[in-house]
């Protein structure tokens, strides 16, 4: 009796064995029919890293896709699930909807962005699928540069699925981009649109922000001042984008030649409420539109504040940008998107606040890290090595990928501010030499005339309805922000009128 | 060194004009506050809109009967400024511990007061002024003045015993604020004295009479009109 028994446990031992010895995918299924989960893992991790096995490797990929999810490591499924499209797209037809779910319940439908721009072609994919497919194939080719092939894969999306906003959205960008701007109006207004008019579209008030603050650029891009104008005034006062939308704002009245609307605009980011934020631009532009009214004490004491507040920002990033990679960027930058004190100027870092594409890297990071503990406890094998390689790899990559948009940006912004710093010193002198051609003009008329200030209000009042009128007196109020108007007079000497100084 | 009188005083003059002239700064080539100015599209417009309100009085200044109340009002805003009000009311009044002394043995007078049971008004608010409170740097709060005149009736009891009513034709000047709390709704602090001629059974007389009601009440605003 005890012969027979130690006979059939040296039989069920033999089991695998024996499969392993028949190699290949075959190994595999018999450890699955056996119920042997963790051994047809190893199986088909086998069969991965055999190139003479690369017949195999599109259903093994998608095998061990499908393991890796029961075994409860999702990150490293939907690794595989990315390699089972590279390799047999068409295969993953029926699972592709639901590797577009996995990938964004991880916030990572960007690895999936490649694989899906290969293999828009996949046939006897429903409508939702293939315009969902087609909008994070193309977002990924517009981050990579690649406008032609966005527009192209955008066609794919039908009108009436869930994406078909963003996708129209993304579209007029992608044009904008292109520089077609008139064409670009028209798929950001039926963006707007379609989502006014979904029953329920997520981040509804955030996404029309965002899509008439694109519909304002467009119009600055085609040059339509006016129309630019109008919309950047509609980007929401609650929206995140609304500090943003008034600066562009400036830069429009600025190119319509119109200094004291930019002056205006601009005078919202002037007060305490934006200190700390990162605008050398609207400081020179504020000071450029001074320059340009002749008020040369103004624009000389812009230049200072601006040479005041950015050489430090300056020189902190040109000490740090040389100790920093793009792991410690991203560990820099989210930092600072998470309350703590980052290495680099906090003012460089603002935006990532609300960037949706660095928010999805932390979230998905963090979940990459979650499932990298979780397979530090699991027994030694070879397919908890590989799914640690392969989560490993992602969470790199998306760390470098992001840390390399942190340095960049850095790099650009230390980069733009040396070269304006130097400028400055320029423009200081030429400024005194004005302003002191100026005080002589004042001193031979020996009158100054600022016309009538209460009459200018009163007029205000009466032509401005809807409107109320207060006067400013230096203080600034919150609501008041955005409201501001400027009529000032130009303080022009002759010779400047009449270009001689130019 | 002493100067001859008349270049000391010249002197003393340009001792006292040099500060004056270095007080004065130079305005040119700069912007100046008064170049800007804060055109802001009307946070809580009120054109075309109807407030309905509920307001807690108080009628105090009387020195025999105080009558705490309750008022509701309609107020339809035919633009900015100016609108039809209706306000109508009720309360009870209550003898002061004044009357009750004079009531009481020591004394045993019963004054012929009569205290407030309600009232109808109806009339125009007009709103000058609007304006605003800073209270933290970020916290704005916005308001504007009122001056309302309405005028209706007013029903009151004598508070003897026989508990006569008397109906008087009233009129009621009015001033308040309104303190705007978001796009639908307002807190309303006013100051209203009605002024009453009633005729008194007891000694057949008109008598005048005021009601001096302070009030503070909570309206609700209907729905921003679509614009024409």
């Excluded at chain 1, 400036?250 to 319509?256: C, G, L, Q, T």
């Excluded at chain 1, 949706?356 to 503990?373: H, M, P, S």
């Excluded at chain 1, 007196?473 to 609501?479: F, N």
């Amino acid at each position: 009796m005890i012969r027979k028994l130690t006979l059939a446990a040296a039989l069920v031992l033999a089991a695998p064995a024996m499969a392993a010895d028949e190699g290949g995918y075959a190994t595999y299924e018999l450890a699955l029919r056996a119920g042997q989960l963790e051994n047809a893992a190893d199986a088909l991790v086998a069969v991965l890293e055999d190139p003479e096995q690369a017949a195999d490797h599109g259903k093994a990929w998608r095998a061990i896709a499908t393991l890796l999810e029961t075994q409860g490591l999702p990150y490293a499924s939907l690794v595989a699930w990315s390699h089972a499209i590279a390799t047999d797209a068409q295969s993953t037809a029926g699972d592709i909807a639901k590797v577009m779910d996995l990938a964004a319940s991880l916030s990572d439908e960007e690895i999936l962005g490649p694989v899906l721009g290969s293999n828009v072609g996949i046939q006897g994919l429903d409508a939702p699928t293939r315009s969902r497919m087609a909008y994070v194939a193309a977002r990924h080719q517009l981050r990579r540069g690649n406008l032609g092939t966005a527009l192209g894969i955008l066609m794919m999306v039908e009108e009436g699925t869930p994406v078909f906003a963003h996708a129209m959205a993304l579209r007029g960008v992608v044009l904008a981009n292109q520089g077609r701007h008139a064409d670009a109006v028209t798929p950001l207004v039926t963006a707007q649109a379609a989502a006014r008019q979904a029953a329920d579209f997520p981040e509804a008030d955030r996404f029309d922000d965002v899509v008439e603050l694109n519909i304002a650029r467009t119009y600055y891009g085609a040059g339509n001042w006016t129309q630019a104008i109008e919309w950047f005034n509609r980007v929401d006062r609650k929206s995140e984008y609304w500090a943003q939308a008034q600066f562009e704002r400036a830069w429009a009245h600025f190119r319509n030649d119109d200094m004291q609307q930019a002056l205006a605009a601009l005078h919202t980011h002037d007060t305490p409420f934006f200190d700390g934020w990162y605008w050398p631009e609207a400081d020179l532009l504020r000071a450029y539109a001074l320059f340009t009214l002749c008020k040369f004490g103004s624009a000389t004491a812009e230049i200072n504040e601006f040479v005041e507040t950015y050489t430090p920002v300056s020189e902190a990033l040109g000490s740090q940008l040389g100790a920093l990679d793009e792991a410690a960027a991203f560990a820099d930058a989210r930092t600072f998107v998470e309350g703590g004190t980052p290495k680099l100027p906090p003012m460089m870092l603002r935006d990532f606040r609300h960037d949706d594409r660095f928010a999805e890297a932390v979230a998905g990071t963090d979940k990459a890290k979650e499932e990298l503990a979780k397979l530090a406890k699991m027994t030694d094998r070879p397919f908890v090595r590989a799914a640690r390689e392969w989560v490993t790899d992602r969470r790199d990559e998306r760390v470098a990928e992001e840390g390399a948009r942190v340095l960049d940006r850095a790099r650009k912004a230390r980069a733009e501010l040396s070269q304006t710093l130097q400028a400055a010193e320029i423009t200081r002198v030429d400024m005194l030499q004005m302003q002191a051609e100026m005080y002589e003009r004042a001193t031979e008329t020996g009158k100054l005339d600022f016309g009538d200030q209460i009459g200018k209000l009163r007029n205000l009042r009466k032509a401005r309805k809807g409107y109320r009128v207060w006067p400013y007196q230096g203080e600034v109020w919150a609501d008041e922000l955005g409201w501001f108007t400027v009529d000032a007079r130009a303080d022009c000497p002759e010779s400047l009128a009449e270009g001689k100084a130019r | 060194m002493r100067f001859p009188r008349r270049l000391a005083v010249l002197f003393a003059g340009l001792w006292s004009a040099a500060p004056v002239h270095a007080a004065e700064t130079v305005d040119i080539g700069v912007l100046r506050n008064e170049d800007i100015t804060v055109v802001q599209q009307l946070l809580y417009p009120k054109t075309r809109r109807t407030e309905f309100g509920v307001h807690l009085g108080y009628v105090g200044f009387d020195a025999y009967v105080k009558s705490p109340n309750v008022q509701l009002s309609f107020a339809r805003h035919l633009d900015e400024q100016l609108a039809i009000s209706v306000v109508a009311g009720g309360g009870y009044g209550f003898k002061t511990s004044a009357y009750r002394e004079l009531e009481s043995p020591t004394y045993g007078v019963a004054p012929y007061a009569y205290r407030y049971l309600g009232s109808v008004l109806a009339g125009v608010e007009y709103a000058p002024v609007y304006a605003k409170l800073n209270l933290d740097g970020a916290r704005i709060v916005h308001f504007d003045v009122y001056g309302a005149l309405r005028g209706g009736a007013t029903v009151e009891q004598s508070v003897l015993p026989d508990a006569e009513l008397a109906f008087a034709p009233t009129l009621s000047p009015a001033v308040g604020a309104r303190f705007y709390l978001g796009q639908s709704a307002a807190m309303h602090v006013a100051f209203r004295d009605d002024l009453l001629v009633e005729r008194r059974p007891l000694n057949q007389e008109w008598a005048f009479k005021q009601n001096a009601n302070v009030t503070v009440g909570l309206t609700f605003f209907s729905a921003r009109p679509e614009r024409r």
